[in-house]
């Protein structure tokens, strides 16, 4: 049976200990500590079976830079679920609370760089569809969807992660 509810204190090993399972380097995993102790860990969701956390999804603000842009977007970054738990539908569980929670919380739009094949299914297209770009010089990784109706029929410009990101450019 599995639960899916907000990151509270406490929780930070078990945060910790998915990422590192789930991802080949560690990088992920200070990703969320830096996100977390910056204040930016906007909506930060755990997946629990028996009380042991198994998955994580964590949303931060981006901005987009140019002209008309609209304000209160979030980027989806990282996702990850323990490899033995992979394919039961826990990944997708927290994608989809965790953008409902976004909506409700009145976020605009999210974007994520990930597996087109994935993402898709939440409702996320490329972002270039949308006239948003990015600072990595990827194409169809890079993806957005409306929280809020036509939230980005007038955006134009490069969607800007947080400093906290600046980790994976080096
Ligand atoms: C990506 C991840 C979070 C998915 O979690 P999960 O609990 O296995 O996902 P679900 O069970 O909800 O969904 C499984 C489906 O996603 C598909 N899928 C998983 N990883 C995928 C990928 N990289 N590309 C495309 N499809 C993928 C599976 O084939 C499966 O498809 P199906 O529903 O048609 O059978 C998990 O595989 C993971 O932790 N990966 C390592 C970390 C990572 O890469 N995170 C994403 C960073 S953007």
Known sequence: MMNLRSERAGDEAGIRAVHIAAFPSALEVELVDRLRDAGRSTVSLVAEMESAIVGHVLFSPVTIAGDGAPGGGLGLAPLAVLPELHGRGVGSALARRGLEA?????????????????????????????????????????????????????????????????????
């Open 102 to 170: 976004c909506r409700d919380a009145g976020h605009a739009f999210a974007v994520v760089l990930g597996e087109p094949g994935y993402y898709a299914r939440f409702g996320f297209k490329k972002a270039s569809l949308y006239g948003l770009g990015n600072e990595y010089a990827v194409d169809e990784a890079f993806m957005a969807m409306e929280l809020a109706e036509r939230a980005l029929e007038r955006a134009r410009g490069v969607v800007i992660y947080s400093p906290e990101f600046d980790l994976f450019k080096t």
